[in-house]
């Protein structure tokens, strides 16, 4: 019989391509809410393959529910915190992501955020649409240029290169990163420096956050460390929401520990509308849309189709975790 893939989401495209590569697909029927756990559960046990989104939590409870024919977890995501990793790895069960092709795009959502921090644009946007700007005013709404400014990445893999990248060669930043470990060949033609996390945070004008949500990144940014930053400076997070402890961050931008915050992320997503972060002007929040360009979906959708076919097969991944 043939192989068969349970898609967690309805994405026309993605049904398609698997019908036409000749699987049997099991495809959610909707596209506006995540597959409720109790159906994953049941799906999960008759499939060879899984097409995941980060939505998905694939634990223990998922694994153990999937039969042994299951091959393949192939997540249409770079993130792969939402999986179960070394389980998936002692039970002989590949993992796909979806490394490269979202770098520009993410990147380019970690300027967007810089600059709406930079330049209080959520206050402005507010005061411009509800009738508060009177006059212009030579000294209303004034934040801070980036060109010049002294950038801190953390965590200088594919997208926190990318960004650093533009912030250098676009706006003439000075570059600081730190991480697990050095990267020379990363870090040489950027000229960025490797620092310790406390001295980058104190160096910095902008804090931008590109690591992978681990169990040693989780809460890395806490009430202990945003009080290292500079008052003036901003922090963008287009990583993953847990890496921040966002009491802590929503104490420090009220005490003007630092100046303001841009997030593609949160913990949970979406937060909650009556969440306190929402009430200050200083924090800009997106809907986790950090690789949403039409161009970088596709792309990822695609390596994600590849991902789960390869494995169906036994074959190697194109791009295995
Ligand atoms: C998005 O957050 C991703 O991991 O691709
Ligand atoms: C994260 O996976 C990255 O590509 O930087």
């Known amino acids: 019989s043939k192989p068969r893939v349970l898609v967690t989401r309805y994405v026309p495209y993605i049904f398609e391509q698997l019908e036409r590569a000749h699987v049997d697909v099991?495809?959610?029927?909707?596209?506006?809410?995540?597959?409720?756990?109790?159906?994953?559960?049941?799906?999960?046990?008759?499939?060879?393959?899984?097409?995941?989104?980060?939505?998905?939590?694939?634990?223990?409870?998922?694994?153990?529910?999937?039969?042994?024919?299951?091959?393949?977890?192939?997540?249409m995501s770079v993130g792969y915190n939402h999986i179960s990793v070394d389980e998936c790895r002692a039970k002989g069960i590949a993992i796909g992501f979806t490394p490269g092709v979202l770098d520009t795009s993410t990147a380019e959502?970690?300027?967007?955020?810089?600059?709406?921090?930079?330049?209080?644009?959520?206050?402005?946007?507010?005061?411009?649409?509800?009738?508060?700007?009177?006059v212009w005013q030579p000294f209303q709404y004034c934040g801070s240029d980036v060109e010049g400014s002294t950038v801190g990445i953390v965590g200088l893999g594919r997208i926190g290169a990318k960004y650093a990248q533009i912030m250098k060669t676009a706006f003439n930043c000075r570059i600081l990163y730190t991480g697990p470990k050095e990267k020379p060949e990363v870090a040489e033609p950027l000229r960025a420096q490797f620092c310790s996390l406390n001295e980058l945070l104190g160096e910095s004008d902008i804090v931008s956050v590109h690591?992978?949500?681990?169990?040693?990144?989780?809460?890395?940014?806490?009430?202990?460390?945003?009080?290292?930053?500079?008052?003036?400076?901003?922090?963008?997070?287009?990583?993953?929401?847990?890496?921040?402890?966002?009491?802590?961050?929503?104490?420090?931008?009220?005490?003007?520990?630092?100046?303001?915050?841009?997030?593609?992320?949160?913990?949970?997503?979406?937060?909650?509308?009556?969440?306190?972060?929402?009430?200050?002007?200083?924090?800009?929040?997106?809907?986790?849309?950090?690789?949403?360009?039409?161009?970088?979906?596709?792309?990822?959708?695609?390596?994600?189709?590849?991902?789960?076919?390869?494995?169906?097969y036994n074959k190697p991944l194109p791009h295995a975790v």
Not at 237 to 244: A, E, I, K, L
């Open 26 to 75: 099991d495809v959610f029927e909707r596209d506006d809410v995540a597959i409720p756990r109790e159906e994953l559960l049941r799906r999960v046990q008759a499939c060879d393959g899984i097409l995941c989104m980060l939505t998905d939590q694939i634990d223990h409870e998922v694994l153990a529910s999937a039969g042994s024919k299951l091959k393949v977890v192939s997540t």
């Open 211 to 312: 690591c992978p949500l681990t169990t040693s990144t989780r809460h890395l940014f806490n009430a202990d460390t945003f009080p290292l930053m500079k008052s003036s400076a901003v922090f963008i997070n287009t990583s993953r929401g847990p890496v921040v402890n966002q009491d802590a961050l929503y104490d420090a931008l009220v005490a003007k520990q630092l100046a303001a915050a841009g997030l593609d992320v949160t913990d949970p997503e979406p937060l909650p509308v009556d969440n306190k972060l929402f009430t200050l002007p200083n924090c800009t929040i997106f809907p986790h849309i950090g690789s949403a360009t039409i161009k970088t979906r596709q792309a990822m959708a695609d390596i994600a189709i590849q991902n789960v076919l390869a494995g169906i």
């Open 109 to 134: 959502t970690a300027i967007a955020l810089t600059f709406m921090a930079k330049r209080h644009a959520m206050a402005s946007v507010n005061s411009a649409k509800n009738g508060e700007w009177g």
